[in-house]
């Protein structure tokens, strides 16, 4: 090995026993949970009010529990090793990305006008949930590629929780389902979107 891919192993690791390993591994684990406890709300609140906006974000809130679970489970591996997990992760909202884009379609040819009054306040909800998350993982994204990735996720569902709201807002102005349709269309973009710029990044790592 040499010493400049010494250096790249050692920047990149963390020590579980520092104040800034144990920090980070607390932060994941309650990033999960809330990503979580918000995917059984939306995707609950979703099917009762037949919103597709909240359908697609509840999956795109599971798919980052899996992002953080991983993240956790590879925390202290080795570079290479969080490389590859980081790939899956990509690769696993790539996959949730193209379902979203389904259930869009789905909805457009099965018409029903969601409850916008559920929409709006769910996605309020959601809104204040990964604001959170954003924050607490914001001063640990330089450190690792899981925890940026990680919060790469926080920050997508920031806007898509945004556009969630509005999209409740214009249901109920207009008494429409395409509101709630483009929306969905909208967070399936996001998430492709960043399942490519996360796997691209994990590939530039695992060849280091």
């Given amino acids: 090995m040499t010493q400049e891919t010494q250096h790249q192993d050692d920047c990149c690791a963390v020590d579980l026993n520092n104040a800034d390993g144990k920090t980070l591994k607390k932060v994941l684990f309650l990033v999960l949970f809330i990503n979580l406890g918000m995917f059984f709300v939306e995707v609950i609140s979703g099917f009762i009010s037949h919103s597709n906006a909240l359908l697609a974000d509840s999956l795109d809130m599971l798919g980052d529990a899996f992002v953080y679970g991983i993240s956790i489970a590879v925390l202290f591996k080795h570079p290479s090793v969080r490389a590859r997990a980081s790939l899956v992760k990509g690769i696993t909202m790539l996959l949730l990305g193209f379902f979203v884009v389904g259930e869009s379609i789905f909805k457009i ?13 769910i996605g309020l909800l959601a809104l204040l949930a990964n604001a959170v998350s954003f924050v607490l993982l914001l001063k640990h994204k330089a450190k690792d590629l899981n925890v940026r990735s990680a919060w790469i996720c926080s920050r997508n569902d920031v806007f898509a929780n945004i556009g969630v709201i ?11 389902m395409w509101p709630d349709v483009a929306v969905g ?5 996001i998430v492709i979107r960043s399942s490519f ?12």
């Fill in 109 to 121: 040819i099965n018409p029903v006008v969601p409850v916008a009054e559920t929409i709006t306040i």
């Fill in 166 to 176: 509005i999209a409740g807002l214009l249901v109920a102005r207009f008494n429409s």
């Fill in 185 to 189: 269309l909208i967070i399936s973009f």
């Fill in 197 to 208: 710029q996360i796997i691209k990044e994990s590939l530039r790592h695992s060849k280091q």
